[in-house]
T-cell receptor
Framework: DAKTTQPNSMESNEEEPVHLPCNHS???????IHWYRQLPSQGPEYVIH???SNVNNRMASLAIAEDRKSSTLILHRATLRDAAVYYC?????????????FGEGTQLTVNP | ETGVTQSPTHLIKTRGQQVTLRCSSQ?????VSWYQQALGQGPQFIFQ???????GRGNFPPRFSGLQFPNYSSELNVNALELDDSALYLC????????????FGSGTRLTVV
């Protein structure tokens, strides 16, 4: 599985935007970029995914570099409920039903 | 729509015993996966089931086994429990399409003493 690299931790203030980076220099052409987050005492929660183009949904935006070797998850206005561990994961489209390979993720702290 | 539900939420077992954890998939989902999450680490893939057959397995010994039922509910069985099996066990369901997200349950916290 192609690997991703994320900062161990990041900090933000409430109601400010947050940009969570992810490097995936060995990404293949068939890999989708997925983001999940895990709040304390809960299972991971799907946030967003994309292949080549930038993506938006009600939770976040995903900005994908033109060479696809990096991506950024954008939370437009952080709230205290966004404090969680955020995981950037690559999923291979060639392997249907493929596993999620979690790294250590980024622990996001949101200050009031 | 219902989410993924797991039972029990907490469990304490003795080394050498066997345990069965249960999962009800989200309505309409046909694929279920199980993950083990040790404290302070990301979840690790155990195995996945699709149409009642194992469809991928992570680096876990054979004493970890599973079942998927026609209604897409699932079980994780662990035999000969070891202290290192103490972890949060997560169930996740999805459609068998890689560009769909997984829906996770809140997990079962297993403690082996």
């Amino acid at each position: 599985d192609a690997k991703t690299t994320q900062p161990n931790s990041m900090e933000s203030n409430e109601e400010e935007p947050v940009h969570l980076p992810c490097n995936h220099s060995t990404i293949s052409g068939t890999d989708y970029i997925h983001w999940y987050r895990q709040l304390p005492s809960q299972g991971p929660e799907y946030v967003i995914h994309g292949l080549t183009s930038n993506v938006n949904n009600r939770m976040a935006s995903l900005a994908i570099a033109e060479d696809r070797k990096s991506s950024t998850l954008i939370l437009h206005r952080a709230t205290l409920r966004d404090a969680a561990v955020y995981y950037c994961i690559l999923r291979d489209t060639e392997t249907s039903g493929s596993r999620l390979t979690f790294g250590e993720g980024t622990q996001l702290t949101v200050n009031p | 729509e219902t989410g993924v539900t797991q039972s029990p939420t907490h469990l304490i077992k003795t080394r050498g015993q066997q345990v069965t954890l249960r999962c009800s998939s989200q309505s309409g989902h046909n694929t279920v996966s199980w993950y083990q999450q040790a404290l302070g680490q990301g979840p690790q893939f155990i195995f996945q089931y699709y149409r009642e057959e194992e469809n991928g397995r992570g680096n876990f010994p054979p004493r970890f086994s599973g079942l998927q039922f026609p209604n897409y509910s699932s079980e994780l069985n662990v035999n000969a429990l070891e202290l290192d099996d103490s972890a949060l066990y997560l169930c996740a369901s999805s459609f068998k399409q890689v560009n769909y997200g997984y829906t996770f349950g809140s997990g079962t916290r297993l403690t082996v003493v």
